[in-house]
């Protein structure tokens, strides 16, 4: 069979079938035939497609306008397309290749740089140009991007950068992954890299967010409102406008907390690799709330980001905009948690991540999947992950 056409598809049952995942004694029988355009209703989602053959006839417009194209075959309302035909058989078919030892990862991703060459359009032209902001130390000669401050903020001497976009945009907005040249101590960044030695006007020369690349790797959750609303323990929780519960904004989740979250997940440990992601319910302000969202809010301070960080897990996460809490009596200096999991452990942070499907599913051990773009010197990526589990 040439590598160009498909003579004969297979519907889902002899996917599974073939995978293993499904007897074939249980799929005889209940095969789907392939189905012919004049049919009066179209085939669901995943089931086999019968090969046509096809002319160059020119769209007709008219034919199109006049509504010859519509509905889709997926109903009138569908704003999906052909997403529909990645059903939950569809996605187990694919896991099932991964059968061997070992699975390397392919990275199939173009680096986003300045002055990104695309199709020209006069009226708003599309275009990528980013600049770097500093912010705590001294960018050095021929930098042309934007300086906030040469000063670090507080007794540790917290220092930052972020890329701005001429509008102002940023990639430090909503679901996010902190990458490991955002934050450093003075100009000292992870790994000994230095800021005037790195910072260029577009973005860092060195620890970008081109060298994130795909992760696909154990996900955990550690879920500490859920332990706090079974336990009845109403002096840690407010309420949102929305009348959900969240731990109170100057709430500080503590090493006993993640270990009670962590045995409530079943997980006998954390691992090297893992991405561990802790709800705190504070999402629940991010609609209900938005001022109060972007305030104060509960997290982890220095012991609880060092305990997890001997473990060296990939990425730790949180339903917060910052993972640390910012409040409260212990606090001292200025996001110091920032610094101790990137400047000083090499793991990055993911901020604003959705994690009440899985606590609602009692999900807490899943296959963990991002896909971040390449943006060459970014600070943070914007990509939505995924969780995946057996349904």
């Not at 199709?119 to 500093?134: G, N």
């Not at 500490?224 to 609303?229: C, I, N």
């Not at 709330?289 to 609880?304: S, V």
Request: charged share 20%; with cysteine.
């Amino acid at each position: 069979m040439r590598a160009t056409t498909v003579a004969h598809a297979l519907s889902r049952r002899e996917m599974l079938v073939r995978a293993g995942l499904v007897p074939a004694a249980l799929a005889l029988g209940g095969l789907t035939t392939a189905c012919s355009s004049t049919q009066a209703s179209p085939p669901p989602p995943g089931d086999a497609v019968e090969e046509r053959d096809f002319d160059d006839t020119p769209i007709d417009a008219a034919h199109v306008r006049g509504g010859g194209w519509g509905p889709s075959r997926y109903g009138s309302g569908d704003e999906r397309g052909t997403l529909n035909e990645v059903t939950a058989e569809k996605t187990a078919a694919a896991l099932s290749l991964l059968r061997g030892s070992a699975v390397r990862t392919y990275d199939l991703s173009e680096r986003l740089f300045n002055g990104f060459p695309a199709l020209p359009t006069p009226a708003s032209p599309r275009i990528y140009e980013q600049r770097l902001f500093v912010s705590g130390f001294d960018p050095g000669p021929g930098f042309d991007g934007i300086l906030d401050t040469t000063t670090p903020r507080a007794l540790n001497e917290f220092s930052s950068v972020e890329e701005r976009f001429p509008d102002g945009g940023t990639y430090q907005i909503g679901t996010q992954l902190d990458n490991l040249n955002h934050i450093a101590v003075g100009d000292y960044f992870y790994n000994g890299f230095r800021g005037a030695d790195i910072a260029a006007t577009s973005g860092t020369t060195k620890l970008g967010a081109e060298h994130i690349g795909p992760v696909i790797t154990r996900g955990i959750l550690l879920d500490v409102l859920s332990d706090k609303l079974e336990s009845s323990a109403s002096g840690d929780l407010v309420e949102a406008p929305n009348g959900s519960f969240t731990l109170r904004e100057d709430y500080r989740i503590t090493v006993e907390d993640l270990k009670t979250a962590l045995e409530r997940s079943g997980v006998p440990q954390i691992e090297p690799g893992d991405v561990v992601l802790i709800r705190t319910g504070w999402n629940q302000m991010l609609y209900s709330d938005p001022k109060r969202f972007t305030g104060f809010y509960p997290g982890l301070y220095l012991r609880e980001a060092r305990w997890l960080a001997q473990f060296r897990p990939a990425i730790v996460g949180a339903d917060t905009w910052g993972v640390e809490l910012l409040a409260g009596a212990p606090v001292e200096g200025f996001a110091q948690c920032h610094q101790e999991f990137i400047v000083h452990n090499g793991i990055r942070l993911e901020e604003s991540v959705m994690l009440d499907d899985l606590a609602r599913d009692h999900v807490y051990e899943f296959v963990y999947v991002l896909t971040p773009p390449k943006s060459t010197g970014a600070t943070a990526v914007n990509a939505g992950p995924a969780a995946l589990t057996v349904v």
